[in-house]
């Protein structure tokens, strides 16, 4: 696939998952703000605050492909978990509205991606080196997981089935190549099983609720044989 058509198709997702998630804005309430989230420690405010500081650290990296000019996603860990805990204690208004403009501006930085940009090489928050396309990708999965980690009704069964998969896949990789997987065998249905560890003991569920297990370590919805361990934490 060119890099042309990665954008696209990387924008296109983006955009169905940030209309996703502000259908779930639409209906907070002051009164759920304080719920806790799948994210131990954080309530929604902290997640949404979370959200809306990363569309603004993954901009810095979209404005570094396009231009050149290199940029840190965010100027330290430590300021990072500040504006959090800060930003966490606002209203719900407030924090949507940031989430909803900050989201805003970074898909508009983001059409620069479909040009020769979206090829361009930055270093992310962790040091990987991925494209300026990989950035959109990198923000949907941000958007994706926290929407799933309010707790607001939206589960990875309702996000793109093929997004689904392909970050299912993405997980029993990355667990692989540690060296830590278990020995089991992940059946998902309608998708091919994968092997952990070089296969075992089946485990039988949706894509959507194995995503949850290696995502969150959520085992809700699984039929296993054994007893599931948790999993490394997603990176």
């Known amino acids: 696939m060119s890099t042309a058509h990665r954008a696209a198709d990387n924008l296109a997702l983006l955009d169905a ?3 996703r998630l502000g259908a779930t804005l639409d209906r907070l309430t002051e009164q759920d703000a304080d719920h806790d989230t799948l994210c131990a420690g954080w309530s929604r405010r902290h997640v949404l605050t979370h959200l809306a500081r990363n569309a603004e650290a993954l901009g ?3 404005n570094w492909a396009v231009d050149g000019r290199e940029r840190e996603a965010y100027a330290s860990e430590q300021a990072r978990r500040d504006d959090i805990e800060v930003g966490s204690q606002r209203s719900l208004e407030h924090i949507v509205a940031d989430v909803r403009t900050t989201a805003q501006r970074f898909r508009a930085q983001a059409e620069g991606l479909r ?3 979206g090829a361009a090489v930055v270093r992310s928050r962790t ?3 991925v494209t300026g396309a990989q950035v959109v990708a990198m923000r949907t999965l941000e958007v994706v997981f926290h929407h799933v980690d309010l707790l607001a009704g939206y589960t990875f069964e309702d996000a793109d089935p093929d997004w689904v998969a392909r970050t299912l896949r993405r997980g029993v990789r990355t667990w692989e190549a540690s060296g830590s997987a278990p020995a089991l065998t ?3 249905r309608g998708l091919d099983q994968m092997a ?3 296969g075992g003991p089946a485990v039988i569920g949706s894509p959507g609720a ?3 297990w290696l995502a969150r370590g959520n085992s809700d919805g699984l039929d296993a044989e054994v007893d599931l ?3 490394p934490a997603w990176a």
Request: proline letters at 21%.
């Open 186 to 188: 992940l059946q998902p």
């Open 196 to 198: 952990l560890g070089g």
């Open 17 to 19: 998952e940030d209309a």
């Open 127 to 129: 040091g990987n080196d």
């Open 210 to 212: 194995m995503l949850l």
């Open 229 to 231: 361990p948790p999993p």
């Open 60 to 62: 810095n990296l979209v």
């Open 115 to 117: 040009g020769p940009a």
